[in-house]
């Protein structure tokens, strides 16, 4: 008896490579993710350390020009951590939908896998059974000696 084969194999293996590269692209997007968090978090601090730095120096003596720094350090800080915030969502959205995508490459594969292990149980059970009828018609074939 030939050996298994299951003709949507090649079919499977790719289902399986394209179920890895999936997971491969959400982990980078939730690395990526977790880097845009901490460069905002990492903007937040600079803003509030140079909103502190100007309270105390406006506390000690008005300066115009220190004022005028910080405004353009702050809005150009939070004009930064706006586009981060957008990218942040975008990113989630992102995330979202490859999530999907994977659930349904992974569904895909295990059918496949699924599949592939009804046509094995079928395959072991014709050949035992054509193992069993040769076993049979050598049986009836030996001549029997009394």
Known sequence: MKKFEFQLEPLLRVSRQK??????KEKQLHT???AARQ????????????????ARETASRASVSGLVAH?????A????????NTTLDEMKQEINEVHRQRLQQRQETRSLETLRKGEWKN???DRSKAEQAE???????????N
């Open 135 to 145: 076993l049979l018609e050598n049986l009836v074939r030996t001549p029997w000696k």
């Open 71 to 75: 405004r353009t350090f702050a809005g």
């Open 32 to 34: 990526a993710m977790d």
């Open 19 to 24: 179920e890895r590269l999936i997971e491969l």
């Open 123 to 125: 395959w072991r059970s």
């Open 39 to 54: 460069q905002r978090i990492a903007l937040e601090a600079q803003l509030r350390e140079s909103a502190d730095h100007v």
């Open 77 to 84: 800080t939070l004009a930064k951590i706006v586009q981060i």
